[in-house]
């Protein structure tokens, strides 16, 4: 399963920024960990913002929320979570579903 993280520092801890430092790099040395073992498989920064993005493979909904418990500082980042599909996949079930859809119509 992959999944499309992006994080952003909560509004009300950018004047706090400097101080957050040692949690922010806290959280980039697990991305990189987890990057190792094959976790996540896309880290970058978003242009032109204090933001950034991870694509995580894991194996489950529960393994993606395990990992993410685990990461340092999630207080202070709000985090929009999309979890992605594989395009070939949809293809496949969006054909399936109006298949079915077509024979109920023509009932």
């Keep these: 399963m992959l999944f499309l993280v992006k994080t952003k520092v909560k509004d009300e801890y950018m ?3 400097q101080e957050l430092y040692g949690t922010i790099v806290e959280q980039m040395d697990m991305i ?3 990057q190792q073992q094959g976790k996540i498989v896309f ?5 032109e913002q204090i933001a950034s993005v991870l694509i995580m493979d894991v194996e489950s909904r529960e393994e993606f929320d395990e990992l993410l418990k685990l990461m340092p500082g999630l207080d202070i980042f709000d985090m929009e979570i999309i979890q992605l599909e ?3 996949a949809h293809m496949k079930a969006a054909k399936s579903a109006l298949e079915a859809m077509k024979g109920i119509m023509n009932e």
């Design 15 to 17: 004047p706090r920024l």
């Design 32 to 34: 990189v960990a987890l």
């Design 43 to 47: 880290s970058g920064k978003v242009a």
């Design 86 to 88: 594989d395009f070939e």
